[in-house]
């Protein structure tokens, strides 16, 4: 008996002409990053990584007690103040990208509100303008009898 009887009950044969696919494509959940802050992040990345690298050759020349060892903590310590830089990098490419470009507008958002209020304004407007017409055109055919 195969797996697929025994959970269902309905035989395999009937699931042969089936076609499985590979994998099932789902939507993103989060926006994709803006290019300037993934090329950041990135960098950051790659940074954080050799200094990490850096750091486990620095430990592992002390250990064995070679003159290595020196020039390479301290260039692992100057590493990590890059590091750090570029992880800030990366948070404040995002802020001036979301400053630049605007942020996704929620509804309880001040730019959403204030968009309200001018489209109610603007309604107002076409309708006193129309009812101004309105008069203006009785007023003209009252005059004509």
């Known amino acids: 008996m195969d797996t697929d009887e025994r959970r269902s009950g309905v035989r395999a044969a009937s699931y042969a ?3 499985r696919q590979l994998w ?7 926006r994709r990053m803006a290019d300037p802050v ?16 850096q750091g486990m050759i620095a ?20 590493s990590t103040v ?9 948070w404040v490419t995002r802020q001036v990208w979301n400053q630049r470009n605007g942020v996704v507008s929620v509804p309880s ?11 109610r304004a603007r309604r107002m407007a076409r309708a006193a303008a129309r009812e101004n017409a ?4 009785r007023g003209a055919g009252a005059a004509a009898f």
Not at 82 to 90: I, P, S
């Open 109 to 119: 958002s001040t730019a959403r509100r204030l968009r309200r209020e001018r489209r």
């Open 82 to 90: 890059v590091a750090t830089w570029a992880v800030l990098d990366v």
């Open 38 to 53: 993934r090329t950041a992040a990135v960098r950051a990345v790659i940074i954080a990584s050799l200094t990490m690298i």
């Open 24 to 30: 099932l494509e789902e939507p993103a959940v989060r």
């Open 17 to 19: 002409n089936v076609p």
């Open 59 to 78: 430990f592992l020349c002390t250990l064995a007690g070679s003159w290595l060892a020196f020039p390479m903590v301290l260039s692992s310590v100057g």
């Open 134 to 137: 309105r008069i203006r055109r």
